[in-house]
């Protein structure tokens, strides 16, 4: 814990979405959370959210820089001293709609450098961290999705790095055991953001159909991350998939 009695958390891609939902529900259970993302506006809209008693720091920072990292986690490590968790959420679908014969090399590098270089250093940043403070250790909490399992129709980018992103769960945990730093990863599926807004008029499927597809509510996401960071370093959920009951994943192609 911080000199203040809180733990402390990063939260990238917060401006919108599951990044959002998870940092009002930290500083709801009385976390201080620094908020990462593009674009300031969202960042200090997802602070206002939080409410006059809530200990957020906005930090504009794209996660594929790793200069912008770096300044991140000096202002997380100036303004706490610590950092208990980070969870790893920055991330961009790409063009959709786009054959796998027509991704441009452009569209494919801002995915893989997004995706899955932001979240690797975003890691290294909070491991170096949580390996060196006293108490050592922490708790990083990746961003799959069930696209980590099964992909969507032209998705091969998105689809790569997710798949990527439990390779780097795995190396993470196995990594951070000696200094007792935790990592698990949230395979989401259909949470209702600006994201998968396509989901509700309609989007392609295995067979070629559109189809609309039912969602759940982010704030569903945000409770399964709280559960998953307040777990003490002794305990680690590894893997868990969260995700609208009634949509095409069991079954999907």
């Known amino acids: 814990m911080s000199a203040s009695g809180k733990k402390i958390a990063v939260v ?40 006059d008693g809530a200990d957020v720091l906005c930090v504009r920072a794209d996660v594929s820089s790793p200069d912008d990292v770096a300044a991140l986690f000096a202002a997380v490590d100036e303004r706490y001293g610590r950092l208990d968790l980070l969870f790893n959420n920055a991330a961009t679908f790409g063009p959709g709609g786009v054959a796998l014969e027509d991704i441009t090399y452009e569209a ?6 997004v ?29 799959g999705s069930i696209s980590a399992h099964v992909p969507r129709p032209n998705s091969i ?60 509510d982010a704030a569903d996401v945000a409770r399964t991350v709280l559960h998953m960071a307040e777990l003490p370093l002794e305990a680690n959920v590894q893997f868990a998939t969260v995700m609208a009951t009634a949509m095409p994943y069991i079954g999907r192609g």
């Open 12 to 51: 990238t891609g917060a401006g919108s979405g599951i990044g959002r939902s998870v940092a009002l529900t930290l500083a709801a259970a009385g976390w201080a959370v620094a908020v990462a993302g593009r674009r300031t506006e969202p960042l200090e809209e997802t602070a206002k959210a939080a409410g």
């Open 108 to 113: 494919w590098r801002s995915v893989v450098d």
């Open 157 to 216: 980018a998105y689809t790569a790095t997710k798949h990527a992103m439990t390779g780097l769960t795995k190396s993470l945990s196995l990594d951070g055991r000696p200094y007792r730093i935790a990592c698990g990863q949230i395979d989401i599926g259909n949470a209702a953001t600006e994201m998968t807004e396509r989901m509700q008029t309609g989007i392609l499927q295995a067979n070629g159909q559109l189809a609309v597809e039912p969602v759940m």
């Open 115 to 143: 995706n899955l270089t932001g979240a690797f250093l975003c890691a290294q940043a909070a491991f170096r961290m949580m390996k060196a403070q006293d108490p050592q250790g922490g708790r990083i909490i990746n961003n």
